[in-house]
């Protein structure tokens, strides 16, 4: 019987691999037939025949924000590949990165239908997805003036000092049991995991007065990690029936329905509960955009489906990436003992005796905002910007960029050009004292949350959320390295994904101060 399929299984591999030869060899002939005029495209590496560069992509364990970062050592900051069918063109300069998205921000405002954003962005209706036009438009303006205001981020401070409390507990908890050593990477997950959660539905996902795994956090990793994946039509678009037979797309399937499944039971629940007592909870996100799909203010109506990506656009990018920054802080804190000690000193100072850090400390506390700099120039939590693609034909520091055509800015590059930044690899936070660069969007050689208009709208509720919970870790803990180890013990390598993250977990000890 194992014979069987095993034969059976080799049959439908070599039909696969005859077919993919056949369709490419057909298409690659049609689109040689109908090239036009030689165009002066960037410079770049030796494409070959069907698969372009895509075998550069996988060469060696290096993440693949330092992959082209090395080809653009050879080539340029503007550098020309080809992913398959796709033209991708690669920016590793401040100068292109501004031309990108200021000077022709209008014409890289779209983003490239990828098969898992078609999927989940319900074919280009959320904020991070959409291109760019009426729909886009509608998008952000619901979420800069209903969703990310400052108003509605110091709103949600209740979220953030209880998740923040049962953060800390749970860490002293640790302390006086037998396991000792603390996940932090698994806690800072969890938190974010619960604020936002408290912010979308008044909801935790953790036990009751923990901050532990759940299966919502799982559904959530699953997701980010579905964005990583490979799927064949993204790169072979005449090829996408080959992901039925790698199961990606019964896989991607599978968990948009656990999704999809998840946000129609807390909608419902949410608008079953508002036509009765709505005194059960502080008003959440899916409070907020009922209440406007009723009486919309904006000019226009949001639909079932578009309250859904919009969830889906918060947890997907407030979930992880602040996880992975607080993350690679206390990284870096543990390495540098000189840095962790002043930040320390500088949280005792200001907070004093109260017991713990509140908000309205956070803006006394400038060199932990230095801290935070520093680890986003170095760390940015998606090391690769999510991609743009040209409306039309552009010329881009002289080269030629035809229409459809995917641009991503390589944030990580951009903190670490020596051209830029003195000692780019030494974590010194004092570099960002006196100095008026910052990470809205306005200084293209530190942009970890994006430029032009499709910066990050999310970018101060991400601020508040990571200050308040480092500020309160330090202010309650002395930390160190398990087993006598030394700061040069910790595995700083990263893995390549949708987003930045370590290979290796961060487990410390932690003594109540």
Request: glycine share 6%; hydrophobic share 40%.
């Amino acid at each position: 019987m194992d014979l069987f399929f095993s034969a059976k299984s080799s049959c439908l591999s070599y039909s696969s691999c005859l077919l993919l030869i056949i369709s490419t060899i057909i298409y690659m002939f049609i689109k040689s037939r109908s090239s036009s005029k030689p165009r002066k495209l960037p410079p770049g590496p030796i494409k070959l025949p069907f698969i372009g560069n895509l075998h550069q992509l996988s060469e060696g364990p290096l993440p693949l924000h330092r992959i082209l970062h090395h080809l653009a050592a050879k080539y340029g900051p503007v550098m020309h590949l080809n992913f398959g069918n796709t033209p991708t063109v690669i920016i590793s300069s401040p100068e292109i990165a501004f031309e990108i998205y200021k000077t022709h921000d209008l014409v890289f405002s779209n983003r490239p239908a990828t098969a898992i954003a078609k999927k989940f962005s319900r074919d280009g209706l959320s904020i991070a997805f959409c291109n760019y036009g009426e729909q886009w438009r509608q998008m952000r303006k619901l979420a800069s003036l209903e969703l990310f205001s400052m108003k509605r981020v110091n709103s949600f401070s209740w979220a953030r000092k209880a998740e923040t409390d049962i953060l800390v507990q749970t860490i002293r908890n640790y302390c006086f049991s037998k396991k000792q050593t603390v996940n932090l990477s698994e806690m800072f997950l969890c938190l974010n995991n619960n604020i936002i959660g408290q912010l979308a539905f008044s909801k935790r996902f953790s036990s009751e007065g923990e901050c532990n795994r759940s299966k919502h956090h799982d559904l959530i990793t699953e997701i980010i990690h579905l964005f990583g994946a490979f799927f064949i039509e993204d790169f072979f678009p005449w090829l996408s029936w080959m992901d039925v037979i790698t199961g990606m797309q019964a896989k991607s399937n599978a968990i948009f329905k656990k999704l999809d499944e998840f946000l129609e039971r807390e909608i419902s629940e949410h608008r079953l509960s508002s036509d009765g007592d709505n005194s059960r909870h502080e008003e959440d996100f899916v409070d907020v955009l009922l209440e406007l799909q009723r009486n919309s203010n904006l000019g226009f109506t949001i639909t079932r489906d578009q309250i859904k990506v919009i969830l889906m656009d918060i947890f997907v990018a407030g979930t992880e990436t602040s996880a992975l920054l607080l993350e690679w802080v206390m990284s870096e804190l543990i390495k540098n003992p000189r840095v962790i000690m002043k930040a320390n000193d500088e949280v005792r100072k200001v907070v004093g005796n109260k017991g713990r850090v509140e908000e309205d400390d956070l803006k006394r506390l400038e060199y932990l905002g230095f801290v935070i700099n520093e680890t986003l120039r170095l760390h940015p939590p998606v090391g690769l910007l999510v991609p743009r693609e040209s409306a039309e034909d552009c010329i881009i520091s002289g080269y030629d960029v035809p229409k459809k055509t995917t641009v991503i800015v390589n944030a990580w590059a951009l903190g670490r050009d020596p051209k830029i930044w003195e000692n780019p690899d030494i974590f010194y936070p004092e570099r960002f004292d006196g100095s008026p660069i910052n990470y809205k969007g306005n200084h293209m050689q530190f942009i970890p949350f994006g430029a032009g208009r499709r910066v990050c709208p999310g970018i101060q509720l991400a601020n508040a959320t990571i200050m308040t919970a480092l500020a309160n870790i330090l202010y309650h803990f002395n930390w160190k390295l398990p087993n006598a180890m030394s700061g040069e013990d910790i595995d700083m390598t990263e893995v390549s994904g949708f987003n930045n993250r370590k290979k290796s977990p961060l487990i410390l000890m932690a003594t109540p101060k």
